[in-house]
């Protein structure tokens, strides 16, 4: 039986949507929601297999993170690696929270994903004999990243499966959001309200989609927090819808922080400079304001090693030596290999005022990548009917209790071609005639006021290290947040303060419940890692929308071995 809170905790309420009026309806096969790697990938699958594909996007086809992706894309291609040893890597990053069979599965099918990406005409980056060229990150025991750009990888993914969506005729809705799944009387979802979104964010023209599936492929939740390294609009919107709609999300306080993130000051806020891993893959090291090395003696594989212990042994020595930053120390590569294989972010950080090819520059960890979110299998089944969920707003078990670099685009292709098989497979002809329920009116949205505030309390209580004190004062300012008056009409700033809101309520819920260390969870008061906590915990809300959390032993998915905790 999974671990018991021993006082009991009356349970968070997760807001609602005040939801505009239906304006339309119209039935398509299957609704996409995002254009990352993930959602554009399923939609060019499923148009490729005959089905009527819409998809939605909050901005314009292609935001998202995947673009920003420096690192590349992890896969068994070298001629000294092989699936066993990219398994162990993983499974040893992700702290014992991994589910391995997730894990195999993405390692065997990597390598054919990278293959089909070409074949759409992505530039991949190659060595002399014209082969993908592998360089290595952090947590991996060989060479076996695949870029393109030196580091604008994730912006090539984006260029050839946006291109292919293109010119396949995918129907896209652009500049619109998804509010609330719609649903059967029996809860099987059939659809989503949508809303066009204004230049001013304001609302208009909603309308029905209705489907026989939704997936889900919405990007993680990084900007809840006050500073991270994603996009502005990785705001967990589809992990708070899939919330609403039923669904359970787990690992939620995994997020992992980025250990070199460009240091710009106390008060930064919004998307940061990342300065990738593979930085350090090629022999950039961490040092101190004297030039000391700090990763040396912290772990076998010093500055690469996986990312949670590079942030918490940055965050160790900020704590001990009261310093705000500490520094990157790439000068030793040579200008002329920086400039060539790290474009990107070489001017980037010109753009900030620091020359990484000739002085150290100053960095430290920044909420980066969110390991949690919808439960899901790594064919994008949820446990609701209907809804499906892949990229990184999913929780599959391949990333654990921290993702191992590069593996997320791997895995956001790899989960896409299964789920579009999948839906393929399965879904019935013609258009979906299931009774709907009407979407619940809820009158709880955020008010957008309060957003700045959540994210500096999220950064301040529930970054790199944590602790019940600090988590319990999270809590209770959160459940006293202000929300809107019942008449105000919802607008997208609403929509995502709302979405910020449940998200940092699942994360301080969960990061208080977990009374221990594990990969990117650090609690200060719980140092250590216990055995009995190797388990998932898993949310749900009730009608009401009062919060509820069982623990998920990873021996037995599934099974009713859980136990509440909240």
């Known amino acids: 039986m999974g671990p018991r809170r021993t006082a009991p905790v009356a349970p968070a309420v997760v807001p609602a949507l005040p939801l505009p009026a239906a304006g339309w309806s119209r039935a398509v096969d299957v609704v996409v929601v995002g254009s990352g790697a993930a959602g554009l990938m399923t939609a060019l699958a499923l148009a490729d297999a005959g089905r009527r594909v819409a998809v939605v996007t909050k901005g314009a086809l292609g935001d998202g993170s995947t673009r920003w992706a420096q690192g590349g894309l992890a896969a068994v291609l070298g001629a000294d690696d092989d699936a066993a040893l990219h398994v162990q890597d993983t499974l040893t990053a992700g702290a014992g929270l991994c589910d391995e069979a997730a894990v195999t599965t993405l390692v065997e099918e990597a390598p054919a994903a990278i293959t089909l990406l070409q074949r759409l005409g992505a530039r991949l980056d190659t060595d002399p004999h014209g082969r993908p060229a592998l360089t290595r990150e952090g947590g991996h025991s060989r060479d076996r990243i695949v870029h393109a750009g030196g580091d604008a990888s994730g912006a090539e993914v984006t260029r050839t499966l946006a291109g292919a969506l293109r010119g396949a005729g995918v129907e896209v809705l652009e500049h619109t ?16 309200r949508v809303a066009r979104v204004g230049d001013d964010g304001a609302l208009t023209d909603a309308g029905d989609l209705r489907a026989h599936a939704v997936v889900l492929a919405t990007g993680g939740y990084g900007q809840a927090y006050a500073a991270a390294t994603s996009p502005a609009g990785a705001t967990g919107d589809g992990l708070a819808l899939a919330l609403r709609a039923g669904a359970e999300v787990a690992d939620v306080e995994m997020v992992q922080f980025h250990p070199t993130v460009l240091w710009q000051g106390p008060g930064a806020t919004g998307q940061q400079v990342l300065i990738s891993e593979a930085v350090r893959g090629e022999g950039a090291v961490l040092v101190d304001a004297e030039g000391r090395r ?4 912290a772990h076998p594989l010093a500055d690469l090693a996986p990312r949670d212990v590079v942030s918490a042994t940055i965050a160790a020595h900020l704590a001990a030596t009261g310093e705000d930053c500490v520094f990157l120390d790439a000068t030793g590569l040579g200008a002329e290999f920086l400039e060539r294989r790290f474009p990107g972010i070489v001017r980037a950080c010109r753009a900030a005022g620091h020359e990484l090819t000739t002085a150290p520059v100053p960095v430290a960890p920044g909420a980066h990548y969110t390991c949690g979110g919808v439960l899901a299998d790594l064919d ?3 446990g609701v009917a209907g809804l499906h969920a892949v990229g990184e707003v999913a929780c599959t078990g391949v990333h654990g209790a921290n993702r191992l670099a590069s593996n997320s685009i791997t895995e956001g292709l790899v989960a896409a071609r299964r789920c579009a098989a999948l839906l393929e497979a399965e879904l019935p002809a013609g258009a979906p005639a299931s009774p709907l329920a009407e979407p619940v009116d809820g009158a709880g949205a955020m008010d957008p006021a309060t957003r700045g505030t959540v994210g500096v309390a999220l950064s301040r209580y529930a970054g790199v ?7 319990t004062e999270l809590t209770a300012a959160l459940a006293g947040t202000a929300r809107l008056d019942a008449a105000t009409v919802l607008d997208l700033a609403a929509v995502e303060a709302t979405a910020v809101h449940t998200v940092a309520t699942l994360l301080a819920t969960a990061a208080l419940a977990r009374p221990e260390s594990r990969g990117c969870h650090r609690r200060a008061d719980a140092s250590g890692t216990r055995p009995e906590w190797q388990l998932r915990l898993a949310h749900r809300i009730d009608a009401s929308g009062h919060l509820h959390t069982r623990t998920v032993p990873l021996t037995a998915p599934g099974t009713d071995q859980t136990q509440g905790v909240a």
């Open 380 to 382: 994008g089944r949820t």
């Open 294 to 297: 700090i990763m040396v003696g």
């Open 465 to 471: 290290v944590r602790d019940a004190a600090g988590l």
């Open 177 to 192: 959001v998804a509010l609330e799944a719609l649903r059967t009387a029996r809860g099987d979802v059939v659809g989503l």
